[in-house]
């Protein structure tokens, strides 16, 4: 907003001109604080812009991320991820494999309990993704999917870490498993 201030300022200064000198003078008086006037409308941007500026900074991020299997093996490829902390991650898993029929899935854990999440899910079951139904340990998780197939969703980044990825069909945890970088931003 502008201060009363600055416009009597204005029609102070354009009948101090337009007093003593010609008529274009006193135009060049009025360009010049019209000029004044818009630099101070500028000025009163500045602070909104700012606060604009830091909310998309404070914006979630999309991040795109694509993993495999390693074609038949029990792998995945890559076996590191790495998204910013807040991030929407849109993950695309691919199952490579051509001959085996052996299905995967792509399961985020907490820090040191991939054992833990493989037991329950083995006692779950393959009807429910080998995955124990609302396991706390678990962050994210795809369905099983079998040779061919891929599968896409989405989740958000938890809070800065390293947090392993792991296939919950028995058996595969072992090698089939990777760590995802969640980084500061
Ligand atoms: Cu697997």
């Not at 001109?17 to 604080?33: E, G, K």
């Not at 938890?158 to 995802?180: K, N, Q, R, S, V």
Request: hydrophobic share 40%; with cysteine; net charge negative.
């Amino acid at each position: 907003m502008l201060p009363d201030t600055s416009a009597k300022d204005l029609t102070m200064t354009f009948q101090r001109h337009s007093t003593r000198s010609n008529a274009s003078a006193a135009r060049r008086a009025v360009a010049v604080s019209l000029c004044c006037l818009g630099l101070l409308a500028l000025a009163g941007c500045d602070k909104p812009k700012e606060e604009q500026k830091e909310a998309a900074k404070e914006a979630p991020k999309e991040v795109t991320l694509t993993i495999e299997s390693d074609g038949d093996f029990p792998y995945f490829v890559p076996n590191e991820l790495a998204a910013p902390t807040g991030a929407r991650v849109k993950l695309t898993f691919h199952h490579a494999g051509e001959i085996l029929t052996q299905s995967h899935n792509w399961v985020l854990v907490k820090p040191g309990t991939m054992e833990a999440v493989e037991t329950a899910g083995i006692a779950a079951g393959e009807a429910n993704n080998w995955l124990q139904k609302d396991d706390p340990n678990v962050l994210a998780a795809t369905p099983l999917i079998g040779k061919g197939a891929h599968v896409t969703f989405e989740f958000i980044a938890p809070a800065p870490g390293d947090y392993p990825f792991m296939c919950t069909t028995p058996g595969h945890g072992e090698d089939m498993h990777g760590i995802l970088h969640v980084t500061e931003n």
